[in-house]
């Protein structure tokens, strides 16, 4: 499944075709970006995970229109360095943007 996700001053929020999501700045936990290489031909997949302070949590990916704005607007946010999305690999593991 794949929508739309944004960041702005309430939070991040990801619009799909069952509705809309959002998760708040105050209410968000951890916020990490990951590359992966699915089985059987190495597709790569790049995801943007999104915590909750109660431990739920949301995955978007590289397949949501404004997935690359979503994450350079999260890591702004924080002041986290932002990994170059293009050759981020599985190797190079979780990177956290937020907090």
Known sequence: MTGRV???DIGVSVVHTAGTTQCPW???GDVTVQAW???PHDQR???LDIGHVSGEFMTV???FEG???AVA???ARSGARLPDLATLGPSDGVVHLYP
């Open 6 to 8: 944004f960041v702005d």
């Open 26 to 28: 105050p209410e968000m």
């Open 37 to 39: 290489l699915l089985p």
């Open 45 to 47: 997949l790049v995801e």
């Open 61 to 63: 990916t590289d397949q």
């Open 67 to 69: 997935f690359h704005e």
């Open 73 to 75: 607007a999260v890591a």
